[in-house]
């Protein structure tokens, strides 16, 4: 479905008025749709049909609890890469069997807590890791599951930020020494070897280098079972595509055929990562215009959403589409930066972007924001945490209010005769 629609000149996500939104909560803000992240997390997991697989959402492209609840309730797992990440799957009424558990550098707390739960997997992605997760599961008297994370070398062909699939990248272990750590890893005590595991990068446009992954594990699969070690499952992580602009990333059915025609003779439980695919076409942040301003010929758009609000223009020049929530038809367009209110030169939502005429007071919609959007979000400018709403049919939620100044400051403490 198509989340964010024109209705006779106003911009509505699924049946309800974003300037409606904005009175309410204030700006700026999230807004998220029900029906597509339902229809997303469905159509993905749906399209691997009878192949045994598990889709786990990569809590960290959207966390908010309600997001996390709707996934569940899909039956769908969770790939998480913090001991926050996992109470927060467990708040949201997630299966622990269904969790994985990856990241470079988990502490021994958080392995002691995944290991009480009782998660699917570690995501194991170093020897020192290896070594510190069997001895805390040693002290729990329990066996750890265990995945290595391979690096297979491939490049993504994404923005160097969002790749970790070379060489160079700090993920994973080089697929040159996996055998002999999986030996390694095989003989402890408190270690099961259950999967192999990569992920290779974000916001990927095309089918290969998922292929060239693959082809990486199922070789590195063959090998370990020469050398004795069996595993059950693969794990090809994330990375998955959207369309911000004019990309046209394979769809959710085309990654999935030429995956399941690879490994269905394999008889290996394949498991996915997704994030951003599922989310980031759900939601948008809605901003208001604060003042609009021109500097030796350039023209400036202020709003009252920045970059601590949503990073990823500023963090990686990308591009969100950004439209106007009442659109005037006759209006001219001009050549703007939509800026934020944070003192820092980076701090832009858009860049040289052809918009129509906009004046103070009204709403830009940023589009494509509902994956790495709030999750990402900082309060720096002690700027509180703006609000998420999700829209279900016509009616919205709140879920999770606006964060305030207050609350920004509890914790602080101001010495005696400072
Ligand atoms: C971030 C991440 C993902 C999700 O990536 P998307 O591009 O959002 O699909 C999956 N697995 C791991 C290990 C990650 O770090």
Redesign the pocket.
């Known amino acids: 479905m198509e989340p964010f629609v024109y209705r006779d000149g106003r911009l509505f996500a699924e049946g309800v008025d974003l300037a409606t939104v904005a009175e309410a909560v204030g700006t700026p803000f999230y807004c998220y749709s029900h029906g597509h992240l339902s229809a997303q997390a469905e159509g993905f997991d749906g399209a691997f049909g009878e192949l045994p697989h598990l889709t786990c959402f990569?809590v960290?492209?959207c966390s908010n609890l309600a997001i996390l609840a709707l996934m569940a309730r899909r039956g769908l797992g969770f790939?998480i890469?913090s001991g926050g990440e996992l109470a927060r799957c467990l708040a949201a009424g997630a299966d622990p069997t269904k969790i994985v558990y990856?990241?470079v550098g988990k502490s021994a707390a958080e392995m002691r807590q995944a290991l009480e739960a009782g998660i699917r997997c570690f995501?194991v992605e170093s020897p020192g890791e290896l070594d510190l997760l069997d001895r805390v599961a040693g002290k729990l008297g329990v066996r750890a599951p265990v995945a290595l994370?391979v690096n297979p070398d491939v490049d993504p062909q994404t923005h160097p930020y969002?790749s970790?699939g070379l060489k160079e990248n700090k993920?994973g272990i080089s697929h040159r020494e996996a055998v002999a750590e999986y030996r390694r890893a095989a003989a402890m005590a408190n270690i099961d070897v259950v999967g192999v595991?990569c992920?290779i990068?974000?916001?990927?446009t095309t089918v290969q280098p998922f292929l060239d992954a693959l082809d990486r594990l199922l070789a590195l699969v063959e090998r370990l079972g020469e050398a004795g070690v069996a595993v059950r499952h693969l794990d090809l992580?994330?990375?998955?595509?959207i369309r911000y602009d004019n990309e046209a990333p394979p769809t959710p059915a085309e990654y999935a055929g030429a995956l399941v025609e690879r490994i269905a003779p394999t008889g290996l439980t394949l498991i996915l990562?997704?994030?951003?695919?599922?989310v980031?076409n759900g939601g948008c942040f809605v901003t208001r215009v604060l003042y609009t301003k021109g500097n030796e010929g350039k023209r400036f758009v202020i709003v009252d959403g920045g970059m601590n609000d949503l990073v990823r223009p500023a963090l990686y020049g990308a591009y969100q589409e950004i439209l106007p929530v009442a659109a005037h038809r006759s209006r001219p367009n001009r050549i703007v930066d939509v800026v934020g209110p944070i003192c820092e030169t980076g701090d832009f939502l858009a860049r040289s972007r052809e918009l129509p005429v906009v004046r103070p007071g009204e709403l830009l919609a940023v589009m494509s924001a509902g994956?790495?959007g709030f999750s990402m979000a900082s309060t720096y400018n002690t700027r509180p945490r703006v609000a998420e709403v999700m829209v279900r049919g016509d009616r919205y939620h709140v879920i999770r209010e606006r964060e305030t100044v207050a609350s920004l400051m509890a914790g602080e403490q101001i010495p005696e005769g400072v």
């Open positions: 990569s960290k492209a790939d890469v990856s990241g995501n994370r969002i970790t993920f595991d992920h990068g974000s916001q990927l992580g994330g990375g998955l595509g990562e997704p994030g951003r695919v599922l980031g994956a790495y």
